[in-house]
Each structure stands twice: as structure tokens, then as C-alpha cells.
């Protein structure tokens, strides 16, 4: 079992995914491979208008087509007595930040699946046509009348906020819904008034949207005998919390739901909360009887997905004559869309805007306004690349006005290791960490010594050559529960049943890891079981990074308690003291003789031996159910290097090297891989992705691939990774998290880079996406300055 003093397939060995040959030879199972008998088909009308009043549908027509089931909208869920989305969207507890309330308590407004009244967005469900075929659902939807009556919209928070906006909720004062602040004000202001240098930005960090492989898919169905009904659906979010939110919409008891999930073609954030189609698709199985299926299109998607960022931020740093950081300053504001639906990317963000950095003191302001535009929620490492982006800009903008080289002015402001746990000026307490050798690992990957000679090189070709560099640290906290239960079964399988979700993380390799290193068994023998709430009773789902942190606490404690209970079967087996029974690669063992038995041979004899004392007859298994309110800080180091082409704007990626401290890899080529996934998210940010609406109508103009630009795998060079493993001291494996930190500093690396190149013309500072147009734009604005 084991290799190299290691167990093999254990903790740190990169164990190939299991789960990737199911799916390369097309035996995955998703949303829309599921075809149940007397299938029916559900198409969504959605809104027109940005802003508008309900005034009247005419569902006649429709409902008199061939094939036609039923025609819902507004008034029928009214009528039915069923409950808005139990969004919640309240300040999370610690570890997260605790920051203060300006106004009053944030205001969660009331999002029912189907309105009766008004539209707030674009793509915003009216109505559900349910019918025999697909076919026949979407002729019956171009028949419904829906009379509507238009009214001014808005869909910039900052428009949001001024004094004539147009109020999207009846009832309140104006659109703000949430107003906090974090940091010591007047300390701040007191530093920055003795500041030799304070550097300024403001910039807005767009909105984008996952776009994840598979669009969403969701089956329904209602069984009348026992008034229960089943969600089959691909979310993020974990099927236990699915199971109680649409038990409280449908008014119902928990135990009459079911959510089940098969493979997930991607998540980065956009199924974890729960969506009205769920619920409405639920209520229309039990009104026609049948299963209801509902396929989201691409456009579809783009219109009515969850969307992340929308950041507007005003920020300020403060630094003395030698160019030490003394205060950090500025204000947030986020755009909610129609529905408060989540405060967190806020409240995370604004905890984390001192980075890895010695500030002695900050003060941040928080706002999040409502706008008709889709809800914005947690997206990959939520609100924080917002964050970092802002910091790390503000950092390279002070290294100009210094005349420093911006590598030098990071590492003598870094957090050094010996002030670890460091509570940073805005509430936050790191674990752990060492930021230099981080940043130092990473400039050493990416050459940051050779660039001057690269860039000459580059100057030669009439090209313009940039590198940035972005540190990042970040908070994975998320929902404190998870729960597992553990079962060795006779036959040589090993049953892990656990509440989190995987959506292309690898959990059903590296939880069979942990498994194995700690159980002994073959790695081959563990069977993963997370996707149905018939034997998952509880679990948070994949979200912040908690996965791995939470899952190695609670599989150590079931396995530590299966090793305890099989020590106590194999004394009574052996007739022998239990202190003398030793565990070691899967067996049990009289210490000093040859006498064993298999940990398999112990589950046998405790589901068949009836000489066993009761309390040890049965499966040998055990459940670990536990809220930990803990966080970890993940860390790390990006640099970018890029070329632009003066004539296009053309920018090229010609270099890219990342280190992330992770605590501890469990499987160091899944989380390599992870890293080179969230990079191409942070770049896509960076330099392409858009959810572009119209200021003046509301109409989302990136609806289609045509529109939202994705980065491909030619728009990046062989990226460079390193992984650190600091040991974070909040949990028992000492993992912080590898699934987010690759995004997280994307979007400051890409943008100083770029900076950087164009910095001789005069450029100090260029907003995202960089698209060829925008730089383009900047070079020549730069050389009319200059000229002038």
C-alpha cells in the first residue's frame, strides 16, 4: 500500500480522476440524457422589457393548441399560495468579516418564481407553457398575449444611486438595499492626512457570466400516491439545501422532496443558488400529472443565468517618503440586479482590501444597489478578485509615482511569516502564511530578472512588451456544515456518502484519497455517493473553497471512529487487549506476532458474528456531522507577460506563471489543473467578457457567443504553476483551498501587465475588458496627449 513511504493513491500523489473515463466514453448522465416515461416539455416566456408593468395576458390561444398542457403565469402561482425563493441573502456570520450597518439592516426583497406584477430584467420568466413535444411548447408560447406597460429603467449601479433614479421596489426609499462600512474612518483619514504620497483609482469591475459547458437542465415529477415530488437538477448549491428550500416554496414538508443530480458540465458559481425554474417546473409536474422537462437554451442562458462582478469602486493608498503602505481607503458599490439575491461577494470583498499587505489602518464603505439587470451572485472566488484587483492596481500605480520596480515595493510591504496569524486594519484575522517566498517562487518561475532583455528583444519586432505582477490572499469560509457517513462493507467496497457537490472538482478521486490514506483500503474499492437526498440527509454544497477543508475534518473523524470500532471487533476476535491492537495499512494486528485481520475481515464479522457484544454487531460505519465556522487563506502569486501590437491593440499572452499555497495538496495535478481553469476565467475577465447592457433600454446586447467573447486555448501560452504548502492551522489536514485562487488575482496580473507595456507612451491605467478596441483607443489617446 504504499510507495516511497507514501500510501499509494493517498494524500499528495496525483492520482488520475476516476471519474474521467466514464465521461470520455459517453457513459456520463446529465440533465438532458434523462428521459422519463410520459415526459412532457416546459418552455419559459420570458420579459421583453428591462422595467415594466404586467398589465394583462391572454392565455387562450395558447392553451386551445394541439399538444398543449398548461399555460402558467403570475396569477396562477399567486393563486396557489405558493412562497417566493427563500434567498436569505443576509451579512454571513464570522469567520467573514463582521462589518457595521450604515442604514439600518440590508433589505432582502421578494423574488417569486413567476411575478404578477413587474418585470425587472430582461429575461425574466412571465410565463411556462408545458405540452407534449418541445415543438408544440414553443408554437403554443408564440401565441400567449402578454400586454405590457414600459417604464424607465436602469442598469449601472452608479445611475442607480443618484437622486432621480427609478425605483424598482415599491416600498422603498430608494434602490440601496445594503449600506456598510468596515475599518476605523478616522484613523484613516488621520494617516492619510500625514501621507507624503496617496495614489487614486476608480475603476469598475464588469459584469460577466459563467457560461458554464452545460447549459441548465432540470426534469420534474410528482408522484400522487405519495404526494412527493422529485427535482432532478444540476446545482452547485448541494441537494440537501435544493431539498429545503423547495419544500418551503411548495409549502410542503421536506420529506415529500426529493433532489437528485447527475454529472454537472460546470458551475464556477452560477448554480449555486436556486433558480425559479425549479420550483415552477415542480408545481406544473403536479398540475399535468406527467414529468415536465425544461432545456435551457444558450441565449436563454445568457438572459436569465445568474451573473457575477459589477463592482464600482473609488479607492486610495496612502505610503510615506520610503514607500511603506499607511492606510488603505474607498468605497464599494455592488450591482444586485433586479433581486437583492446576495450580499457576500460584498461583504468578502471588502474584508480582504488590504491584501497581503502591512497597512496599519483602513476604512471601506459597502454598498449594493438593485438594477434591472439580472441578480448578480457569488461567481468564482466571490468578490475577491474584485478586490485584488483593486489593490494590486493601486500598488503598481504607487511603484510609477515612486519610480519603483513594483516587485521591490510589494516584498517590502509584504506580511512577513513571523507576523502570522495577522489581523489585517478592516476585521480579519490570516491563519498562516508565507507571502514572501510565495512571490519570490513566482518571480523566479516567470524570470522576472530576464524581462529587460525580452523586452528589448520584443522593442526590436516593433513590439511593446509588459509583465505585471499580482499577489492575492483570500477567505474560504461558506456554509459550516457538512456531513459524511462511511461505510466498510464485507464484500471490499468502501461507501462514502457525503453532503458537498462536485461540478468538476475531482471529489470523487480526491475524497477516495483521503480515504485511502486513512482507511488503508485500495483506492479503486471506495464508491462516491453525493447526488441524492434519499442518502445524502445534509451537506453545503461546493462553494468558497470549503469542500476539501470540510471534507477532510469530517471523513478524518469517520475514519478515525470506523479504526476505533474495528479495533474493539478485532480484540474480541483475537481474544486480546485492545490497547495491544495496532492499524496499519488496512489491517489490524497483535503488536508483536503475526496475527491480523483485514479491515474488510472486521466489517464481515461485525455484519455476520453474532458473538459479538450488540453495540459492536451490524456495518462497521460511522457518520461525522459537524459546523465548523472556520476559515482558511489561501495565497499566492501570479505574473503575466504580454505584447502588444501599437497599429491593433492586439494584446498577446507570451508568459504566465502562478504559485498558489494551497496548505496541503491532496492531489497536486487536480488542483494544476484547477489553477489553469480559474487563470482562463481571471484572463476571459481581463480581456473579453462582457455582459453588456444597454444603458438607456435595459436589452442585454451579449446574449450569444457572437457577443460574449471567451478565451480559447490559443489565447494562452504554456502557463507555469507552483504549489506551496504552508499548513493552515484551522483544520486537520492544514488544506486551505485550490479551486479558486487561480481567478483571483487574474485580472490585476493581465491589467498591470498591459500597463506596463504601454506605460512609455504615458498610459497609467486601462479599464476591462482590454479588447484590441480599448487599448487601441488608449495608445492613441496617449500619443494626442503626448503630441500636445
Request: overall charge negative; some cysteine.
Amino acid at each position: 500500500m504504499t510507495v516511497s513511504g507514501k500510501v499509494a493513491n493517498g494524500i499528495g500523489q496525483p492520482v488520475r480522476r476516476k471519474e474521467d473515463f466514464r465521461l470520455l466514453i459517453g457513459r456520463g448522465s446529465f440533465g438532458d440524457d434523462l428521459v422519463l416515461p410520459g415526459l412532457s416539455h416546459a418552455v419559459f416566456i420570458r420579459s421583453p422589457y428591462a422595467h415594466a408593468w404586467i398589465v394583462a395576458v391572454d392565455k387562450r390561444a395558447a392553451l386551445a393548441a394541439p399538444g398543449v398542457l398548461a399555460v402558467l403565469i403570475g396569477a396562477d402561482y399567486s393563486a396557489a399560495g405558493l412562497g417566493p425563493i427563500p434567498h436569505n441573502p443576509g451579512l454571513s456570520a464570522p469567520p467573514d468579516v463582521q462589518a457595521r450597518p450604515r442604514r439600518g439592516p440590508p433589505i432582502a426583497t421578494r423574488h417569486y418564481p413567476l411575478p404578477a406584477d413587474k418585470v425587472r430584467f430582461v429575461g425574466e420568466p412571465v410565463a411556462l407553457v408545458v405540452a407534449e413535444t418541445i415543438a408544440a411548447a414553443k408554437d403554443a408560447a408564440e401565441l400567449l398575449e402578454i400586454n405590457y406597460e414600459p417604464m424607465p429603467a436602469v442598469v449601472r449601479a452608479m445611475d442607480a444611486v443618484a437622486p432621480d433614479a427609478p425605483i424598482l421596489w415599491d416600498g422603498l426609499r430608494d434602490n440601496v438595499c445594503i449600506d456598510i462600512e468596515v475599518g476605523d474612518a478616522s484613523a484613516t483619514a488621520a494617516a492619510f492626512a500625514g501621507a507624503a504620497h496617496v495614489v487614486r483609482l476608480e475603476t469598475w469591475a464588469q459584469r460577466v457570466t459563467g457560461v458554464p459547458m452545460e447549459p441548465r437542465t432540470n426534469v420534474a415529477e410528482y408522484d400522487v400516491a405519495s404526494g412527493r415530488y422529485t427535482i432532478h437538477t444540476g446545482s452547485g448549491r448541494g441537494v440537501a439545501k435544493v431539498r429545503i428550500d423547495l419544500a418551503q416554496i411548495l409549502c410542503v414538508p421536506t420529506e415529500q422532496v426529493r433532489c437528485v443530480c447527475g454529472d454537472m458540465g460546470g458551475n464556477f458559481g452560477t448554480r449555486n443558488l436556486f433558480y425559479p425554474e425549479y420550483a415552477l417546473l415542480a408545481w406544473a409536474a403536479r398540475l399535468v400529472g406527467r414529468p415536465v422537462k425544461w432545456t435551457c437554451e444558450r441565449s436563454e442562458s445568457f438572459l436569465s443565468d445568474w451573473q457575477g462582478r459589477d463592482l464600482t469602486v473609488e479607492a486610495e493608498l496612502a505610503l510615506d517618503e520610503q514607500g511603506n503602505f499607511l492606510a488603505v481607503r474607498g468605497s464599494n458599490l455592488s450591482n444586485l440586479g433586479g433581486h437583492a439575491v446576495a450580499f457576500g461577494p460584498l461583504q468578502k470583498g471588502l474584508g480582504l482590501m488590504s491584501s497581503v499587505y502591512r497597512i496599519p489602518v483602513g476604512y471601506f464603505r459597502g454598498r449594493g444597489a438593485v438594477t434591472n439587470t439580472v441578480s448578480t451572485t457569488p461567481y468564482r472566488s466571490s468578490g475577491r478578485p474584485e478586490a485584488i484587483f483593486v489593490v494590486e492596481r493601486l500598488v503598481d500605480l504607487a511603484a510609477d509615482r515612486l519610480g519603483l520596480d513594483p516587485a521591490a515595493l510589494r516584498r517590502q510591504n509584504l506580511i512577513p511569516p513571523a507576523a502570522q496569524p495577522y489581523a489585517n486594519p478592516l476585521g480579519i484575522t490570516y491563519d498562516s502564511g508565507d507571502y514572501p517566498a510565495a512571490m519570490n517562487t513566482a518571480l523566479d518561475l516567470a524570470d522576472w530578472a530576464g524581462f529587460p532583455a525580452r523586452r528589448a528583444q520584443a522593442q526590436r519586432r516593433g513590439k511593446l512588451r509588459g509583465i505585471g505582477v499580482a499577489n492575492y490572499v483570500e477567505v474560504t469560509s461558506g456554509a459550516p456544515r457538512e456531513r459524511t457517513e462511511i461505510t466498510v462493507l464485507p464484500e471490499g467496497k468502501v461507501e462514502l456518502v457525503i453532503g458537498t457537490m462536485a461540478s468538476g472538482q475531482g471529489h470523487e478521486t480526491s475524497f477516495a484519497q483521503l480515504v485511502t490514506e486513512w482507511l488503508g483500503v485500495p483506492f479503486d474499492s471506495i464508491t462516491y455517493v453525493a447526488h441524492d437526498t434519499d442518502r445524502v440527509s445534509a451537506g453545503g454544497g461546493s462553494h468558497s473553497g470549503r469542500s476539501m477543508k470540510l471534507a477532510a475534518t469530517i471523513i478524518g473523524q469517520a475514519t478515525d471512529d470506523i479504526i476505533d470500532t474495528g479495533r474493539k471487533i478485532a480484540s474480541f476476535l483475537f481474544e486480546a487487549g485492545e490497547a495491544d491492537i495496532s492499524f496499519e495499512d488496512g489491517r489490524f494486528r497483535i503488536a508483536g506476532t503475526d496475527r491480523e485481520l483485514g479491515i474488510f475481515e472486521v466489517a464481515a464479522a461485525a455484519a455476520t458474528s453474532s458473538d459479538l457484544p450488540q453495540a459492536l454487531q451490524g456495518p462497521l460505519a460511522a457518520a461525522s456531522d459537524q459546523t465548523l465556522p472556520v476559515a482558511s487563506f489561501p495565497y499566492g502569486t501570479q505574473i503575466c507577460e504580454v505584447e502588444i501590437d501599437a497599429e491593433t491593440g492586439a494584446v498577446e499572452i507570451v508568459g504566465y506563471s502562478a504559485v498558489d499555497d494551497v496548505g496541503r495538496a491532496v492531489n497536486p495535478m487536480i488542483l494544476h489543473g484547477q489553477t489553469h481553469g480559474g487563470i482562463a476565467q481571471g484572463v476571459g475577465q481581463a480581456l473579453l467578457e462582457h455582459s453588456h447592457y444597454d444603458r438607456e433600454t435595459g436589452q442585454l446586447l451579449a446574449a450569444s457567443f457572437m457577443d460574449y467573447a471567451m478565451p480559447r486555448a490559443d489565447t494562452f501560452p504554456t502557463i507555469k504553476t507552483a504549489l506551496s504548502e504552508v499548513p493552515s492551522p484551522t483544520n486537520r489536514l492544514g488544506a486551505r483551498s485550490g479551486g479558486e485562487g487561480g481567478t483571483t488575482p487574474a485580472l490585476a496580473a493581465v491589467i498591470n501587465a498591459i500597463v506596463d507595456a504601454l506605460a512609455e507612451l504615458g498610459v497609467r491605467h486601462i479599464e476591462m475588458p482590454a479588447t484590441p478596441e480599448r487599448v487601441w483607443r488608449a495608445i492613441r489617446a496617449a500619443r494626442a496627449g503626448a503630441a500636445g
